[in-house]
C-alpha cells in the first residue's frame, strides 16, 4: 500500500507535484507556488509542532492509526476519554517510538474576502505513552532501542487508553500522569461550534506516533477526531422564577408608539406601550439564571393598549447571532500578527439566523358551554392543538402558530409565552475571535399594521454544562442482593462517587429473586 500525504484540516492542500522540495532549483517560483513551498517547510499549526506540515502522514503500509472516543459529548470540567489504537499487519514491518495523544482547543476564522484564514489555538495538552523515559508499550517487542528511541513493532492491534482533562491540573498530578499542557488561556473554555460559513471553535484529539521502515528516516503518523464539547458552569438552576426584578435588569425592557386614529392617519393620537422579559429560572449564589437548550423558553408580555385599535398578533422570534473577529494587520510588512495583550481587533462577519418562531393570532372564539365544548369540533380550537402545532412546527423548521385572545382598545393585559428552543441552540460565550449570542425577539402588530417590537439577549447553554462529568462510559450492574447488602451496611450519607468501587470488592451473590439485568456480568 503507497503512503499517503495526512490531510492537515489547518493547511491548504499541498500539491507537491509542482515543485521539488529537494531541488530548489527546479521550483517554479510564482507566488502562488512559492505560498506552497512556505508553508510546507513550516512547522504545522497542529500536533505534533515540531514537525513540518508536509512531513506529517495519516498512514503507512505497515501501520494503521484510529482515535476511539467513549462518548459523543464532553464537558469541559471533565476529561477526554478515548483510545487510541495501533494496526500493525505483519512484524518487524517498521520501528516504533515515540505515542502521544494531544488535546486541542482553537478558533479557526475562515477567510471572507480581503481577510486572511485567522486561527488561534488556546488549549493544548500532549499525553505521553510511550517515551525514552517510560516502559515500552504493548505495540512493540521490548527491547533496547535503537539511536532514535525505536523499538521494533508487535504484529496485531494495541489499543492504548487515554484520558486528558480539559482544564491544567497540578503540576505534580499532570507529571505523574505524563500529561504537558503546552499552550492554556487563562478564563474559562468556550464551547465548541462550527460554522460552515464562517468558521468557529474546534477540540480535537490527535493521536501521533513515530515511527520508521527500513532505512528511511523516522516520520509521524498523525490521525484527528474532532470532539463536541461544552462549556461547564460552576452554578445549578432552581425549579424556581424570580418575580421581582430590578428596573435595570438586561432580561427586562418595554417601548411604546404612538398610534394614529382615523382614515389616512388623521385624528387623534393615542399610544401603545409593550414591555417583555425572558424569564429564567432561579440560579444558586449571584448567577442570572438562562435557558437550557431543548427546554421551554419563557417570556413575560404586558401590552397597554390606549388606542382605538385592537392588537390581533403577537409574535416570538429567538434569533442566533454569529460575529467573528480579526486582528488589525500589522504596518510593517506582510508579518502575520499576533495575538497578544495589545492586540486589536476588528469585526469580519456577522450572520443571523431565526432558530425558533411562534405566532400568536387573535381570533374569536365560540362559547365554551353545554353542548359545545363537548363537540369535538370545538375541541383545542387552536389553544391546545398539538398535533396542528408540531405539523406547523415540523413543516416549517420551528414556526408555530396559536390562537390568542389579542387585546381589546383601551385595556392591559399580561401573558407569558411559551418558545421551543432547538436542542442545538447554545451560546459560546468565551470565544476570542468567536462569539454566538442570542436574542429574543417580541412584537405586537395592530389592526390596520402598525407593528411595535423590542428585543432582549438571553445566555443559553447545554444542559450538560451544569453536569460535573458526563456518565460513565462502562456501567457495574450487579446482582439486587448485593445492592442491597453494600446499602444496609452503608449510610445514607455514603458518597455515591465511591459505589461502584466498594460495590465490585464485594461478592456477588445469586439472587433468585434478580432479573435478567441483574444477573449481567460486571464490567
Request: overall charge neutral.
Amino acid at each position: 500500500m503507497a503512503n499517503t500525504w495526512n490531510k492537515n484540516p489547518l493547511e491548504h492542500d499541498i500539491d507537491d507535484s509542482i515543485y521539488d522540495i529537494e531541488s530548489r532549483s527546479q521550483l517554479n517560483v510564482n507566488p502562488a507556488v512559492l505560498s506552497a513551498y512556505v508553508r510546507s517547510q513550516t512547522p504545522s499549526k497542529i500536533p505534533p509542532y515540531e514537525f513540518k506540515g508536509s512531513e506529517i502522514k495519516s498512514k503507512i503500509s505497515s501501520l494503521e492509526l484510529e482515535i476511539v472516543m467513549e462518548r459523543t459529548l464532553f464537558v469541559t470540567s471533565g476529561k477526554a476519554q478515548g483510545s487510541f489504537q495501533l494496526t500493525i499487519p505483519k512484524d518487524g514491518g517498521c520501528k516504533i517510538g515515540k505515542i502521544s495523544v494531544y488535546l486541542i482547543g482553537m478558533e479557526e476564522i475562515l477567510a471572507k474576502g480581503k481577510q486572511k484564514e485567522v486561527t488561534r489555538v488556546f488549549l493544548s495538552k500532549k499525553l505521553s505513552l510511550q517515551d525514552t523515559d517510560l516502559a515500552p508499550t504493548d505495540a512493540v517487542h521490548a527491547s533496547k532501542p535503537d539511536m532514535h528511541g525505536m523499538m521494533n513493532a508487535k504484529k496485531g492491534v494495541t489499543t492504548l487508553s487515554f484520558s486528558i482533562p480539559f482544564y491544567k491540573q497540578k503540576q505534580e498530578i499532570e507529571d505523574e500522569e505524563h500529561i504537558k499542557t503546552e499552550v492554556v488561556t487563562s478564563g474559562p473554555l468556550p464551547s465548541s461550534y462550527w460554522h460552515k460559513e464562517t468558521g468557529g471553535i474546534r477540540y480535537i484529539v490527535c493521536g501521533v506516533v513515530e515511527c520508521k521502515t527500513g532505512q528511511q528516516p523516522r516520520v509521524p503518523l498523525a490521525v484527528y477526531r474532532e470532539i463536541a464539547v461544552v462549556e461547564s458552569v460552576n452554578f445549578s438552576l432552581t425549579k424556581e422564577f424570580e418575580s421581582l426584578v430590578p428596573h435595570t435588569s438586561p432580561l427586562v425592557i418595554e417601548t411604546s408608539e404612538d398610534v394614529k386614529q382615523g382614515v389616512f392617519g388623521m385624528g387623534k393620537k393615542g399610544n401603545v406601550k409593550l414591555s417583555a422579559s425572558v424569564r429564567v429560572p432561579k440560579a444558586e449564589g449571584n448567577e442570572n439564571g438562562v435557558w437550557t437548550s431543548g427546554g421551554i423558553g419563557f417570556v413575560g408580555v404586558e401590552i397597554e393598549n390606549n388606542s382605538s385599535k385592537p392588537v390581533v398578533s403577537c409574535k416570538v422570534r429567538l434569533n442566533r447571532r454569529i460575529n467573528t473577529f480579526a486582528l488589525d494587520q500589522q504596518q510593517n510588512g506582510d508579518t502575520e500578527p499576533e495575538i497578544g495583550v495589545d492586540s486589536h481587533l476588528h469585526p469580519v462577519t456577522f450572520n443571523k439566523l431565526i432558530v425558533a418562531e411562534k405566532d400568536y393570532h387573535s381570533k374569536k372564539s365560540s362559547k365554551h358551554a353545554g353542548i359545545a365544548i363537548r363537540d369535538p369540533r370545538h375541541h383545542g380550537v387552536g389553544y391546545a392543538e398539538d398535533d396542528y402545532y408540531m405539523g406547523h412546527f415540523n413543516q416549517n423548521g420551528g414556526k408555530g402558530k396559536e390562537i390568542w385572545d389579542g387585546v381589546p382598545p383601551f385595556s392591559t393585559r399580561s401573558l407569558v409565552l411559551d418558545v421551543s428552543i432547538p436542542a442545538f441552540a447554545r451560546s459560546v460565550r468565551y470565544g476570542l475571535l468567536f462569539d454566538v449570542s442570542f436574542m429574543v425577539s417580541v412584537s405586537i402588530t395592530l389592526k390596520g399594521g402598525k407593528e411595535i417590537a423590542l428585543e432582549l439577549p438571553v445566555t443559553i447553554l447545554n444542559p450538560l454544562s451544569f453536569l460535573v462529568d458526563v456518565p460513565p462510559a462502562r456501567l457495574n450492574v450487579v446482582a439486587s442482593s448485593t445492592f442491597n447488602e453494600f446499602v444496609r451496611r452503608s449510610s445514607i450519607s455514603t458518597n455515591a462517587s465511591a459505589l461502584p468501587e466498594q460495590l465490585q470488592k464485594m461478592e456477588v451473590v445469586a439472587d433468585s429473586s434478580a432479573t435478567l439485568m441483574d444477573e449481567l456480568p460486571r464490567t
